[in-house]
């Protein structure tokens, strides 16, 4: 199996690359993002057969139709047992019923107390295997809105063939997801506090990334969700939740708290690959471009304004791309100019028939501060569970949704430990969040990190300093 750039025919054509060279490079060069040249496709029968099976086996099946054969099954799985054994549930995702037909999917056992580390541990994994084959020492990059910093943090400290450095918005996070990044205390970690927003942050990483000679230099690699292997590892889970509640006998619907959209978009990856899913429910905070090109047919990039789910604080859907890809049925050309055009003016009108492809599988809701606080308070009240921000708004939008039919479970995908955002659960409940064990101790640790300007050239500067030290 071959990927792809999304932007394949529009121009010095970036050519079909195999799966670990996908993973590590991120962004094809022509600006695109890779996918691949064709879906897998599971039979009813072979999604039944993920009933009962340990969390890493179901992963490892996925994403072995990945590969294209470029990782024998048995060290995949061997990864994936691995990196699934740093969580503490031993279900891994657990599926926790709230109420009749609502359901929370827990993606949050992991180290960093957030869904990333659900693909992050496996890509640092992932990493390892592809760098030490061929000796070669990258350097990771990621922006972070505040949970993939931590995750990645976590995925790659202390590994031998990769440094990382996680730019983050200054004052944008909360201090625990600050303390996750900045207390690792391994000299393959660097941390930047930059002065500006997470688009910020995410314009300057595509700007190393489209400077040939710094990539070169550097070694450059990502693994924000442009990073096909995160959508990969993140359809897993779609999979053992709408197993656990009746698929492939029954469909399920799902309702995804969105930033970057690639978390739902691993969902339609999902149901692209033959699960039963009902639709999914897009919810965003009010930094809603998402949920409005659904509604509307216009994606159209607003102010980013800072909100108690600041993991969603995101104007900019870098996977989006993906779906219009999709939906133009995989017209490279056409996404190509979409998305050129985008990074110019900010708009895309949707070409009809592209909104009602899209229509099949999402609907779109944004959520506001006030209605987010009042649903963190109703399903503690309502059902004794204290959920963090960002599940909350997922919530909120699942319960306003009618579903067209009420026997369809509504499984709500909660991203985080309410322990991450312990101010804005207080806040809104009046209840303090319990600090699990992966938590505790990092108010003691000391941090290290540095502050720069939202400028792309002292950033650059920063990381080739990092990697020549
Ligand atoms: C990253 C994140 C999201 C948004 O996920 P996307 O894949 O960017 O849409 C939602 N909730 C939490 C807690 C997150 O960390």
Redesign the pocket.
Known sequence: MKYVSTRTGSGPDAPAVGFLEAVLSGLAPDGGLYVPQTWPELTAEEIAAFAGQPYHRVAADILGRFTGGEIPYDALEEMCEEAYSTFTHAATCPVKQLTPGLFLVEL?HGPSL???DVAMQLLGRLYDYALARHGRTMTVVCAT????GGAAVEAFRGRANARIVALFPEGRISEVQRRFMTTAGESNVACVSVDGTFDDCQAILKTMFGDDQFRNAVDLSGVN?INFARIAA?AVYYFTAAVALGAPHRSVAFA??????????AGWVARRMGLPIAGILVATNSNDIVSRAFETGRYARGVVAATQ?P??D?QV?S?FERLYYESVRRDGVETGRAFRAFAETGVIDLPPQALSAMRETFTGASVTEDDTARSMLSTLNETGELV?P??AVALAAARRASLPDPTTPMAVLS??HPA?FPEAVSAATGATPEIPAAARGLAARPERYDHLPADADAIMAYVRAFVTR
Do not use: C, E, L, R
């Open positions: 949050f957030a869904f990333k809105s505040g949970d993939t969700s993140q995804v708290p969105t930033g970057n959209f690639g978390d739902a978009f789910s993991a969603m995101i859907a996977n963090d960002h599940t991203t985080a991450k």
